[in-house]
């Protein structure tokens, strides 16, 4: 099995090497690629990516693509969704980071089936309390009881942390609408109407972060406060 983990990264210097460290140090030893999209950066985000790469010696490959300028979130997602050469996809903000045990425990309900949509657990690094998980560790939905689930916030509409199903993004033409603010929402939304299968890791495998700064508070967690409803 091979998992693609897809990177957006616009103007996040101070954070970027954290997040790429965090893809370095996984405890997993499947096959592992790692897809950079730099959606038209104006620091120096990109160059510090680069630079630690260089001194890693790491089985995980690496690709950066690189966007002429600022096309949005979607649209640098989408980017990555086309490069994957996984068979399941992975979304990690480039302001976040996983654990080294995220990828070991997140395939674990894939040695049983492919299920389209694993969802595993998170922790808020910040000043705002999370919504804990409703589903309970091990659970298996099918068909509408995923969009039940979904409806009902028994887990979070963000796309990050959780494994997505290539073919079942590709056979469903499951790319994120540009142009719209909180496209996470539409996303998700789709993805539990369309998915027959979806299997759930209660354990923490995603540092999701709230910064109050005012540049970084305005452009990510106003964002991050309404996926998680808090």
């Known amino acids: 099995m091979k998992i693609s983990i897809i990177i957006s990264v616009y103007n996040v210097a101070p ?3 954290d997040c790429i460290r965090s893809v370095l140090n996984q405890t997993w030893n499947g096959d592992i690629e790692c897809v950079i999209v730099d959606d038209g950066s104006t620091d120096n985000s990109i160059s510090l990516a680069e630079e630690l790469l260089v001194k890693t010696d790491s089985p995980i490959r690496f690709h950066i693509i690189r966007h002429e300028k600022n096309l949005g979130l979607s649209a640098a997602r989408n980017s990555g969704i086309n ?3 996984g068979d399941y996809m992975y979304f990690l903000d480039s302001d976040d980071e996983i654990t080294s045990d995220c990828l070991e425990r997140i395939v674990q309900p894939l040695q049983d089936e492919l299920y389209d949509i694993v969802v595993s657990d ?3 690094v910040g000043n705002y309390q999370k919504i804990p998980l ?4 091990g659970s298996i939905l099918r068909d509408r009881q995923i969009l039940h689930a979904y409806r009902k916030q028994d887990f979070y509409m963000m796309a ?4 997505y199903r290539s073919g079942f993004l590709r ?3 499951l790319h994120f609408f540009s142009g719209i603010v909180f496209e ?5 939304f789709q993805n539990a109407c369309m998915a027959k299968s979806l299997a759930v890791v ?21 964002f991050k406060a309404r996926c998680l409803n808090v």
Request: hydrophobic share 35%.
């Open 202 to 222: 209660g354990k923490i495998t995603y540092l999701y972060k709230i910064r109050m700064d005012s540049t970084t508070f305005s452009k990510f967690s106003a």
């Open 83 to 85: 490069a994957a050469t």
């Open 122 to 124: 998170y922790r808020i």
């Open 134 to 137: 409703q589903l309970v560790d």
């Open 171 to 173: 056979n469903n033409q």
């Open 160 to 163: 990050v942390n959780k494994l």
């Open 184 to 188: 996470d929402e539409l996303w998700s």
């Open 15 to 17: 954070y970027i090497e």
